[in-house]
């Protein structure tokens, strides 16, 4: 499984992209407006950190302006995924735009079916909502283990279906989980990457080395 970084911040995205495992970046309407930056350029930047897949939202609700609004972010880098919220008019939008030869990412996904649906449409990559779904009680990672499952019999193998990103993650074990669900991607926020590093005995085993050492060299 691979890891996209879920954030607008360019600090955090240089930062996660110098630890070498970061293959992508997600960003939101919300995500952005955080920032307080001019959208086009923002993107823009992200895409000169990463060289790698960056998904910008589309704000149009009717088909033909999502069209229109995706052709000028993927104007901005060859590397911009153009995301659309699953609904009718995304659904479209994202058949016009495949058929441009630009991919898409269609997000806020919360059933298999709604999955099924966007790789039917030409997704380039479908996001299902983990964290979301966990809040009201129901099981996000169950839903990418369906979706995997429904992906796996519903093509061929030859067959070119959307990778799915495991979004709206909280913490760790949600990555560990996505992965053993079969996941593509996980995407992922600042905060959760850097407690990926993070155990106890890491932390112990560093202070012994360095004390072991400096014993052993007082003078360095
Ligand atoms: C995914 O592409 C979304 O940007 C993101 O994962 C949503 O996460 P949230 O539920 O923490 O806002």
């Not at 960056?54 to 704000?59: F, M, R």
């Not at 898409?104 to 099924?116: C, E, G, K, R, Y």
Request: glycine share 6%.
């Amino acid at each position: 499984m691979r890891l996209f970084i879920d954030s607008a911040n360019l600090d955090e995205i240089r930062e996660a992209h110098s630890w070498g495992i970061i293959s992508g970046v997600t960003t939101n309407p919300s995500l952005v407006a955080k920032e307080g930056a001019d959208f086009h350029q923002r993107v823009r930047d992200i895409c000169q950190v990463v060289q790698a897949p960056v998904s910008a939202e589309v704000t149009a609700t009717e088909a033909p302006a999502m069209v229109e609004q995706g052709k000028r972010l993927a104007d901005l880098d060859e590397n911009v995924v153009v995301k659309l919220p699953i609904t009718p008019a995304g659904l479209a939008a994202c058949a016009a735009l495949t058929a441009l030869g630009i991919d898409t990412n269609v997000t806020l996904i919360f059933t298999a079916n709604q999955a099924l649906m966007a790789s039917l449409a030409g997704a380039r990559y479908v996001s299902p909502f983990v964290g979301r779904l966990d809040d009201i009680g129901q099981d996000g990672i169950q839903l990418v283990q369906t979706i995997r499952d429904v992906f796996d019999y519903s093509f061929m193998p030859e067959q070119r279906r959307a990778e799915i990103i495991a979004a709206s993650i909280r913490h760790p074990v949600h990555i560990e989980r996505a992965a053993l669900a079969g996941s593509d991607i996980a995407t992922c926020p600042f905060s959760v990457l850097k407690q990926l590093f993070r155990h106890p005995l890491t932390d112990a085993g560093i202070e012994k080395f360095l004390s072991d050492w400096k014993q052993a060299n007082p003078q360095t």
